[in-house]
C-alpha cells in the first residue's frame, strides 16, 4: 500500500497545504513565501496564510529583514515529531479514559455480541486480547492465521501466560498446542477455516479465519465461552487418543460422524 507523507501529516491535524509547506521547508532550509511556493505547490494566493497558521501553531518561525521580506524556518524534524507524539498520546490518554466511563456507566446487556468485519479488524482485535490476557489463551486455528499470531503469542508465553488449544496444518506449534491430524476429510475443510480464541475463559472471539476477510464475533457470554473452550478440549482428546491408538480409531470415528449429523461429509477417497 502506498502512503502520502501529506495525508498522514493531515490525520495530525494539519492542513494539505500545511502539510505541504512544512515539506518544503525540511526540504529546502530557511525560504521566503515566493520559495516556499515554488517548492511545494501551493499557490501564491494561499502561501502567506498557510505560513501564517504554522507560525501561530509554533511550527514554522519568521525573521524579517531591513527591507521588509519574512524569511520562514521550521522546527527541527526530531522537535516536530516529538510534538506530534505527545499531543497524540495526550488525546489518546483522554479519549480512552472517558469512553471507558461512558462504556462502564452505560446499562449492561445481559448476554453481549458483537460482530467485526475484515482482515485487518479481526487480527488487530485478536491482538488486543492476546495483550490483555491476564492467565491463559485457549485457541483453535489454522496456519495462516496462526503465523500472523505468532510474534504475539510467543510473547504472551513469554510474559507468563498459560497456553492451550490446537492448530490445523501448524506442523511445530508452540508447546502447549496440539497439532490437528492430517487426513482426506480435514484437507476438504480447508476452504472453510475458521478460529476460535478465548481469553482467562473471559472473553471469546470466534468465526471465519481473518484471511477470509469475512465476519467474526466477540462475546463475553459464558454460555458462549464454555461451549466453544468444551469444542475445543475435545477436538484436542480426540486427537490425543487416535495419536494413541493409532489409524484405526480415526477409521471408526469419521464414518460415526457422519452417520450422527445425517449428512455426507466424508471425501470420496475416504
Known amino acids: 500500500m502506498v502512503r502520502d507523507l501529506s495525508e498522514i501529516l493531515q490525520r495530525f491535524g494539519f492542513t494539505q497545504y500545511e502539510s ?3 515539506q518544503a521547508l525540511v526540504r529546502s532550509g530557511p525560504s521566503n513565501a515566493s520559495s516556499i511556493s515554488k517548492v511545494s505547490g501551493i499557490p501564491r494566493a494561499r502561501i502567506y496564510d498557510t505560513l501564517e497558521s504554522l507560525v501561530e501553531q509554533g511550527i514554522v518561525m519568521t525573521e524579517e529583514n531591513a527591507e521588509g521580506v519574512k524569511t520562514y524556518t521550521c522546527l527541527p524534524v526530531s522537535v516536530f515529531l516529538e510534538r506530534i507524539r505527545n499531543s497524540w498520546l495526550t488525546d489518546f490518554s483522554f479519549a480512552e479514559k472517558e ?6 456507566q452505560g446499562e449492561k446487556q445481559d448476554t453481549y455480541i458483537s460482530t ?3 482482515k485487518d479488524n479481526i487480527l488487530a482485535f485478536c491482538r488486543i ?3 490483555r490476557a491476564k492467565n491463559q489463551i485457549i485457541l483453535s486455528v489454522w496456519d495462516t492465521m496462526y503465523n500472523e499470531l505468532l510474534p504475539d503469542l510467543q510473547q504472551a508465553v513469554h510474559n507468563g501466560r498459560r497456553l492451550r488449544g490446537i492448530t490445523f496444518e501448524v506442523f511445530q506449534p508452540l508447546e502447549g498446542l496440539y497439532s490437528h491430524r492430517l487426513n482426506d476429510y480435514m484437507s476438504s475443510l480447508r476452504s472453510e477455516n475458521w478460529f476460535i480464541l478465548s481469553i482467562d475463559s473471559c472473553e471469546l472471539l470466534y468465526g471465519h479465519s481473518a484471511e477470509r476477510d469475512s465476519n467474526a464475533f466477540y462475546t463475553d457470554d459464558s454460555v458462549h465461552i464454555y461451549l466453544l473452550e468444551d469444542y475445543i478440549w475435545h477436538d484436542v482428546l480426540v486427537n490425543r487418543l487416535i495419536k494413541e491408538q493409532g489409524k484405526q480409531l480415526d477409521n471408526w470415528i469419521l464414518p460415526e460422524m457422519e452417520e450422527f449429523f445425517d449428512r455426507k461429509l466424508l471425501p470420496p477417497s475416504f
Not at 469512553?99 to 462502564?104: Q, T
Request: glycine share 6%.
Open 20 to 22: 505541504k509547506a512544512y
Open 116 to 118: 467485526l468485519r475484515g
Open 129 to 131: 486480547l492476546i495483550r
Open 99 to 104: 469512553l471507558k466511563a461512558i462504556e462502564n
